[in-house]
């Protein structure tokens, strides 16, 4: 399985970007889809994810702000994100679970700076 993200950047506190990530490969067993993000020092933590069946879950510190989504068909995932606050800046992973995340894509900057 290969993912590849895309969509990060730099924004302004309060600004909105969204994320996108691609599936490819032998997808067939992917139950779940997610994001985590990373910051230097700090383990990756798990911002959202969604499954096959469209059960999403959040970290509390986006729930409100984010939105994650899933297009089965075109096998991409995506997340919005509102009202983007300064410690939302991490390296943002997409991740695929078939039991445990057992793939990922690389990542992508979010800097959300004034």
């Known amino acids: 399985v290969q993912l590849q993200a895309y969509g990060g950047g730099l924004v302004q506190p309060g600004g909105s970007l969204r994320l996108s990530c691609a599936a490819s490969?032998?997808?067939?067993?992917?139950?779940?889809l997610g994001w985590y993000r990373q910051t230097p020092g700090k383990q990756r933590e798990l911002v959202a994810a969604?499954?096959?069946?469209?059960?999403?879950n959040y970290a509390d510190s986006v729930k409100g702000r984010f939105t994650i989504s899933r297009d089965n068909a075109k096998n991409m995932v995506y997340l919005q994100m509102n009202n983007l606050k300064p410690e939302d800046t991490a390296v943002y992973y997409c991740?695929?679970?078939?039991?445990?995340?057992?793939?990922w894509g690389q990542g992508t900057q979010v800097t959300v700076s004034s």
């Open positions: 969604i499954t096959s069946g469209g059960s999403t």
């Open positions: 991740g695929a679970a078939a039991v445990a995340w057992e793939y």
């Open positions: 490969g032998r997808i067939f067993n992917i139950n779940t």
